[in-house]
């Protein structure tokens, strides 16, 4: 049974942190054909500065360190960077040194409702919320009937890119996008596409 713990974690900000950077100029042209084209560059900005954060202030658990994420996201412009600072900070209230998979969940839970307000988003406008209500459920399914984070992760991802994938076909309701009116049907959302890399990073080896 495996608990999420301190390099883990740290690995995992890493690697998402990589693939963003691999990712830039892709996210910035769905945000320019849906948004104002920025969001590459804020996602980008917000991941270098939680690496800088671990490095200057190393965090002693995994709590700590999604903490280091969530003030480097609040201190990041766009409308993605207090949505994402404050949903990886109520991810970081998980406590202690290792992490199962219900209480990771139930993070996960509380801190997409609390951008789900804040946004005043539902599942099918369009955001970075169609991909992480169906991640949060995922975690939550798969805490109840196996309790290993590892394999939560796993359903977590796959259900993050099909949400993301389901963006595609909508009409946006929320942000930016949703001035574009009809441009932006046949586009991924960033920030759905966003929350599916988070999650793909999860996993230990990277691999897909
Ligand atoms: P901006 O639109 O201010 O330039 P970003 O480009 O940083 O902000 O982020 C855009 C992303 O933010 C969108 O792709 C979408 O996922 C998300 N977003 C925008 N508005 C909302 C909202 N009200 N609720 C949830 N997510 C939102
Ligand atoms: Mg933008
Ligand atoms: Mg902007």
New binding site residues.
């Given amino acids: 049974m495996t608990t999420l713990q301190l390099a883990w974690t740290r690995d995992w900000i890493a690697r998402f942190a990589a693939e963003v950077e691999a990712q830039v100029d892709a996210l910035t042209e769905?945000?320019r054909l849906?948004?104002?084209?920025?969001?590459g560059r804020?996602?980008r900005s917000a991941v270098r500065a939680s690496l800088a954060a671990i490095v200057d202030d190393p965090p002693a658990c995994p709590g700590d360190t999604f903490r280091r994420v969530s003030d480097a996201f609040l201190g990041?412009?766009?409308?993605?960077?207090p949505?994402l600072g404050l949903w990886f900070g109520r991810i970081a209230e998980v406590q202690g040194d290792e992490v199962g998979a219900a209480e990771f969940a139930a993070a996960v839970d509380t801190a997409t409702r609390a951008?789900?307000r804040?946004?005043?988003?539902e599942v099918g406008?369009?955001?970075?919320?169609?991909a992480m209500v169906p991640a949060a459920d995922a975690l939550t399914r798969a805490a109840r009937t196996s309790g290993d984070v590892a394999a939560a992760l796993a359903t977590a991802r796959t259900a993050a890119e099909e949400g993301a994938e389901s963006t595609r076909s909508l009409l946006?309701r929320?942000?930016?996008?949703?001035y574009v009116g009809g441009h932006a049907r046949g586009v991924v959302?960033?920030?759905?596409?966003?929350i599916a890399m988070f999650f793909a990073a999860a996993a230990p080896d990277g691999a897909a």
């Fill in positions: 769905l945000d849906v948004g104002d084209g920025d969001f804020n996602l990041t412009g766009g409308t993605s960077g949505l951008v789900q804040l946004g005043r988003a406008h369009k955001t970075m919320v169609d946006a929320r942000g930016r996008a949703s959302d960033p920030g759905a596409q966003a």
